[in-house]
């Protein structure tokens, strides 16, 4: 139990003094910090962050700060920012930290510390409710007469209104905003009237931006930030303006300004835009027809002949798609393919397919810009339902044209082909320059921090990825956890080579045979990353015939909060997951007590985005060219990519646990042993039997027992009925 007196909070001074280490009393070990609050443990890594951090704001400097799990980064880069004055934007990846700060960090410093600032959260817009549809959506209520299901949704949303301050979509039942005409409630960019709005008064998202121009410190994302750097110097910025940016999980900023910067072409929202238009002219004939106007009227003609057109339009981009899209048995669930767009080669020696292609893409893209401007005649400028099908329209036309014309040699297009969508990208292939320009342009405090950004115990990679001058050294930041005490590290001598010839058959019928030896030896409690989809589908059912008795969990089964959800409260369970899993896990305690992959997260190297930027590597040099690309960023990626994946286990001090490497590389080459000598990890085994000697010594003889949950005693029981059925008998007693 804390023994801190609220009354006693700890005075911060005005401003940072030219000495850092004046403020070392704040956070040091018997400091001002440790005296009021009994909880508090002071962490070396956590007071030199604190120092650098102070550095940086003091100069309006840039600094790259890896922090270990357990740092306590948070304090350290909030602390410096309220001391400073400074408007700071602190910027994050992922919600859940996002709003982990603004509820239980902010508030932390505002019960502990003596100074006064204010704070505000702004996040993208199709995170709030948008006022002028929830109108709309309660005008409907009289549905709710023949509906008790909807009278209840109606009910809950009017609760809702009365006491919500965000007006946040997340504050509502996942499975109302899912039930129409309740999914229709979220803001969007299309639909937005902006200062014509009856609702502008009340917009949560005009009401979030107004605090965050009064706050010093605001809460924001990385999309928000990098919007917000492409629309500098323009009066419609999101974010007001800042005198210093922190970025948290920083491993994602490239992905995330190489996402923002990109232009798509959905063929499904081509579709959708056209099938609304389609529906809307018919709405206008209508209402001609009611009016007395007659098929011979020459307004009646051309919304007919337009009505045509978009139909045309709808077949045009379903012909676009049909050669790339699959069918649900053609990939596993999730799969896309991805090719890339427009060939190397001159077009004069391009293939076929894709000369047809270009050429019905100019065509698509230039009826859709006659179609949204001919549409217009026929509607008002203030009509509410063909406002965001002309937006729709119009950014199809711009950002196709775009993409066909590929006049910008800074770009990768591409071709990505799912079970629903076609889409067509163009990507930069490198924003260093860009970001360099607008963001380290060492004229404001720029703190970057991730637990995982170094590459080999240095930050070069990450910062020439970014664009970061490499002068700019930065810290690299051991966690302050016991990882040689508490965990083990398992990597088979033994496992199969990769053979696509085969399927890779033999690795996956021995990753199978592993993954049930380790589970028997850590009782579940696993969290097992794949690299590829298809490799986690196939596990997953090979696994689930081994009948092992413990809950089987995969990625798709529910939302991703869900699946996290039961993991957690089904303490024996395991989870089998793909990349959007390898980060943003935060499960401490029992219920994670071993981490498996099946193989080193390298990039795909037929990736177009990647294949690009390995040639921007090649120098003429046939012996560099060959491994450059290899060395120099897929290397780097998949000792980043591998930090963040098997830095799910680790999350308190109490956590122990297994890291396991199914993939004997690792070991056995020397970009392994680099990534080991550089990465925080227990004593390294071959042997499993070691597995089960660390979790016997950790959790004693005599382990927690198996969670027999209702889930577990059902799948044993069905495996009983499948014994029997097959001429078996259970032993006395199961």
Sequence with gaps: MSTFDPSTRIPLPGSIPGDTGELDYILKANGALAQRWADFQPRESQLKMFRETLRAFRDADTT?????????????????????????????????????????????????????????????????????????????????????????????????????????????????????????????????????????NTCFLQQARARAAESDIVLANHYLLMADLALQDNSANVLPQWDAAVFDEAHLLEQVAVSCFSQRLSLQDVQSACYDLASLLDRQLDILMNTGHGPSD???????????????????????????????????????SVEQLWPDAPEDRWPPDRVELKSMLWKLTADLTELEKQSAEFFSDEDEEYTPVRRRLEAAASTGSFIVAKSDPGFVYVIRAGEDDVVLSA?????????????????KTVIVTSATIASGNSLAYFNSRLGIDQRVKGLTLKSPFKYWDRTIMYIPSKMPEFDKADGNEKFRRALV???????????????????????????????????????????????????????????????????????????????????????????????????????LLKTGDPKHDKWAGFHE???????????????????????????????????????????????????????????????????????????????????????????TLAGARPRQGA
Aim: net charge positive; glycine share 6%.
């Design 64 to 200: 790259v700060i890896e922090a270990g799990t357990g740092t306590g980064k948070t304090l350290a880069y909030l602390l410096p920012a309220i001391i400073s004055g400074k408007r700071t934007v602190v910027s994050t990846g992922l919600k859940n930290l996002q709003d982990q700060i603004y509820d239980k960090d902010l508030g932390f410093i505002r019960t502990h510390f003596d100074k006064p600032f204010t704070s505000a959260i702004l996040k993208g817009r199709d995170n709030y409710v948008c006022m002028k549809r929830f109108d709309s959506v309660m005008r409907r209520q009289k549905m709710a007469l023949t509906d008790p299901g909807q009278a209840r949704w109606f009910e809950i949303l009017r609760e809702w209104k009365g006491s919500t301050v965000q007006g946040e979509i997340a504050e509502l039942p996942l499975k109302l905003t899912k039930t129409p005409p309740f999914d229709k409630l979220r803001a969007t960019h299309e639909t937005c009237m902006g200062k014509k709005c009856p609702f502008k």
């Design 298 to 336: 020459t307004k009646v003609k051309n919304i007919m002949a337009l009505k045509v057109k978009a139909e045309n339009q709808l077949e045009s981009a379903a012909r676009i798609a049909n050669p790339f899209q699959k069918g649900p048995g053609d990939k596993s669930d999730g799969e896309v």
């Design 427 to 443: 990507m930069p292939i490198d924003v260093s320059a860009y970001l360099r320009d607008k963001l380290f342009n060492f004229r």
């Design 513 to 615: 045979d592993e993954l049930a030896e380790l589970l028997a030896a850590t009782r579940g409690r696993a969290l097992v990353l794949f690299t590829a989809t298809r490799q986690m589908e196939w596990v997953y059912e090979s696994i689930s015939m081994k009948n092992l008795p413990w809950r089987l969990l995969k990625q798709g089964q529910e939302n991703r909060s869900r699946l996290l959800e039961i993991f957690r409260e089904d303490v024996n369970s395991v989870l089998l997951a793909t990349m959007s899993f390898w980060q943003g896990v935060d499960v401490p305690g029992q219920s994670l007590s071993a981490v498996i992959i099946d193989k080193l997260p390298f990039p795909v190297p037929t990736d177009p985005l990647h294949s690009a930027r390995c040639n």
């Design 633 to 723: 960023l897929s290397v780097p990626e998949m000792e980043i990519k591998l930090k963040q994946g098997l830095g799910r286990l680790i999350r308190s001090a109490s956590d122990f646990g297994l890291m396991a490497v199914l993939d004997p590389r690792l070991q056995s080459s020397g970009y392994g042993h680099r990534f080991l000598l550089s990465f925080e990890h227990g004593p390294i085994h071959t042997d499993i039997s070691k597995v089960r000697d660390f979790f016997t010594r950790m959790e004693g003889p005599h382990p927690p027992a198996i969670n027999w949950g209702r889930p577990c005693i059902v799948r044993v029981a069905a495996s009983i009925r499948r014994l």
